[in-house]
Protein backbone atom coordinates (compact mmCIF):
# COMPACT_ATOMS: atom_id res chain seq x y z
CA UNK A 1 0.00 0.00 0.00
CA UNK A 2 1.52 3.39 -0.92
CA UNK A 3 2.30 5.94 1.84
CA UNK A 4 -1.20 8.20 0.71
CA UNK A 5 -3.49 5.74 1.45
CA UNK A 6 -2.52 4.81 4.71
CA UNK A 7 -5.36 6.87 6.60
CA UNK A 8 -8.18 5.89 9.54
CA UNK A 9 -11.73 6.05 10.64
CA UNK A 10 -13.32 6.70 13.83
CA UNK A 11 -16.31 8.08 15.39
CA UNK A 12 -16.46 11.57 16.79
CA UNK A 13 -16.78 11.55 20.56
CA UNK A 14 -19.31 14.51 20.92
CA UNK A 15 -21.16 13.13 17.78
CA UNK A 16 -20.86 9.48 17.12
CA UNK A 17 -20.14 10.50 13.18
CA UNK A 18 -17.87 8.70 10.97
CA UNK A 19 -14.33 11.08 10.71
CA UNK A 20 -11.41 10.13 8.16
CA UNK A 21 -8.12 11.08 8.16
CA UNK A 22 -4.78 10.73 9.68
CA UNK A 23 -4.85 9.17 13.28
CA UNK A 24 -3.12 11.54 15.52
CA UNK A 25 -2.30 10.85 19.53
CA UNK A 26 -1.69 14.25 21.67
CA UNK A 27 -1.06 12.91 25.16
CA UNK A 28 -3.86 10.44 26.19
CA UNK A 29 -6.41 12.14 23.40
CA UNK A 30 -7.42 9.92 20.39
CA UNK A 31 -7.67 12.24 17.19
CA UNK A 32 -8.44 12.18 13.33
CA UNK A 33 -6.95 14.96 11.31
CA UNK A 34 -6.78 15.97 7.86
CA UNK A 35 -7.54 19.48 5.84
CA UNK A 36 -10.99 18.98 5.28
CA UNK A 37 -12.04 18.53 9.03
CA UNK A 38 -13.28 21.96 10.70
CA UNK A 39 -9.79 22.95 12.77
CA UNK A 40 -7.96 20.17 11.02
CA UNK A 41 -8.93 17.90 13.90
CA UNK A 42 -11.10 16.00 16.30
CA UNK A 43 -11.23 13.95 19.24
CA UNK A 44 -12.34 10.48 18.00
CA UNK A 45 -13.50 7.23 20.68
CA UNK A 46 -10.43 5.04 20.54
CA UNK A 47 -12.38 2.16 20.58
CA UNK A 48 -14.07 2.38 17.02
CA UNK A 49 -10.42 3.66 15.45
CA UNK A 50 -10.32 1.25 12.03
CA UNK A 51 -7.88 1.13 9.57
CA UNK A 52 -7.90 0.91 5.40
CA UNK A 53 -7.18 -2.05 4.07
CA UNK A 54 -6.42 -0.63 1.01
CA UNK A 55 -8.95 -2.71 -0.60
CA UNK A 56 -12.26 -1.93 -2.24
CA UNK A 57 -15.89 -3.56 -2.70
CA UNK A 58 -17.40 -4.79 -6.13
CA UNK A 59 -18.56 -1.63 -5.96
CA UNK A 60 -15.99 0.41 -5.09
CA UNK A 61 -16.53 1.38 -2.06
CA UNK A 62 -12.92 1.25 0.45
CA UNK A 63 -13.05 -1.30 2.99
CA UNK A 64 -11.56 -0.32 6.50
CA UNK A 65 -10.73 -3.28 9.32
CA UNK A 66 -14.14 -3.69 11.28
CA UNK A 67 -16.12 -3.30 7.99
CA UNK A 68 -18.97 -5.80 7.66
CA UNK A 69 -18.93 -7.88 4.51
CA UNK A 70 -21.11 -10.18 2.51
CA UNK A 71 -19.73 -12.95 0.15
CA UNK A 72 -22.22 -12.05 -2.85
CA UNK A 73 -24.38 -15.09 -4.00
CA UNK A 74 -23.69 -17.05 -0.18
CA UNK A 75 -25.23 -16.22 2.54
CA UNK A 76 -21.98 -15.80 4.52
CA UNK A 77 -21.12 -12.80 6.10
CA UNK A 78 -17.74 -11.41 7.17
CA UNK A 79 -15.93 -8.95 9.69
CA UNK A 80 -12.82 -7.37 8.35
CA UNK A 81 -10.06 -7.88 11.11
CA UNK A 82 -6.11 -6.89 11.39
CA UNK A 83 -4.33 -10.33 12.38
CA UNK A 84 -0.73 -9.75 14.06
CA UNK A 85 -0.06 -13.37 13.29
CA UNK A 86 -0.65 -13.15 9.91
CA UNK A 87 0.57 -9.69 9.55
CA UNK A 88 -2.40 -9.19 7.16
CA UNK A 89 -6.03 -8.29 7.13
CA UNK A 90 -8.22 -11.08 7.69
CA UNK A 91 -12.05 -11.73 6.79
CA UNK A 92 -13.19 -13.75 9.86
CA UNK A 93 -16.76 -15.35 9.25
CA UNK A 94 -19.71 -15.68 11.29
CA UNK A 95 -18.53 -19.58 11.67
CA UNK A 96 -14.82 -17.97 12.92
CA UNK A 97 -13.35 -19.54 10.01
CA UNK A 98 -10.91 -16.63 8.87
CA UNK A 99 -9.29 -16.00 5.53
CA UNK A 100 -6.82 -13.63 3.49
CA UNK A 101 -8.71 -10.45 2.23
CA UNK A 102 -6.66 -9.87 -0.52
CA UNK A 103 -7.91 -13.62 -1.66
CA UNK A 104 -11.08 -13.87 -0.76
CA UNK A 105 -11.62 -10.66 -3.01
CA UNK A 106 -9.66 -12.34 -5.89
CA UNK A 107 -12.06 -15.09 -5.99
CA UNK A 108 -15.36 -13.78 -4.85
CA UNK A 109 -17.69 -10.74 -5.23
CA UNK A 110 -18.14 -9.13 -2.13
CA UNK A 111 -19.98 -5.92 -1.03
CA UNK A 112 -19.53 -3.66 1.87
CA UNK A 113 -22.84 -4.27 4.45
CA UNK A 114 -21.80 -1.73 7.33
CA UNK A 115 -19.30 -2.02 10.46
CA UNK A 116 -19.33 -3.46 13.69
CA UNK A 117 -19.57 -0.64 15.44
CA UNK A 118 -22.76 0.76 13.84
CA UNK A 119 -24.77 -2.98 13.81
CA UNK A 120 -27.84 -3.00 15.65
CA UNK A 121 -27.68 -4.98 18.77
Known amino acids: MKAENIKFKAKQ??????FEGDLVHLGNRVCIGGDHIKDGITDVDPSTVCQFTGLKDCKGKELFEHDLIHFIGFSDAAEVIWSEGNC?????CENKHSYWLHDVIKICRI??????FDKEK
Open 88 to 92: AFMAV
Open 111 to 116: ERIGNK
Open 13 to 18: LNSGKW
